[in-house]
């Protein structure tokens, strides 16, 4: 099982940017992003079901980021707007037979969002 995320980059503040994640191996009910900053605790961002398409956002985010699904390429998207340099942070795309809102079961590697004032 692999989560493949890309999308990453320097942007500057007020920007858009989106983040895509593929999981290969198998498919998942629940595939979301959380973030990580230097010095911060790892938060949940935004969460999707594959079933019914249900989201899920982190109060941070809400209202800016969206977050989609394309089951067929069993792959995520992360549409972020209007991004601020508090946004700043490596990005984990992660994955769960369950959910992923709380503990996910698989992880990917990081990638990073630099947003600069």
């Known amino acids: 099982v692999q989560l493949q995320a890309s999308g990453g980059g320097l942007v500057q503040a007020g920007d858009s940017l989106r983040l895509s994640c593929t999981a290969s191996g198998r498919t998942f009910s629940s595939m979301g992003w959380f973030r990580q900053s230097p010095g911060k605790e790892r938060e949940f961002v935004a969460a999707?079901?594959?079933?019914?398409?249900?989201?899920y956002y982190g109060d941070s985010v809400k209202g800016r980021f969206t977050i989609s699904r394309d089951s067929a390429k069993n792959t995520v998207y992360l549409q972020m707007n209007s991004l601020k340099p508090e946004d700043t942070a490596v990005y984990y795309c992660?994955?769960?037979?369950?959910?992923?809102?709380?503990?996910?079961?698989?992880w990917g590697q990081g990638t990073l969002v630099t947003v600069s004032s």
């Open positions: 992660a994955a769960d037979p369950i959910t992923v809102r709380y503990s996910p079961g698989y």
């Open positions: 999707i079901s594959r079933s019914a398409g249900i989201t």
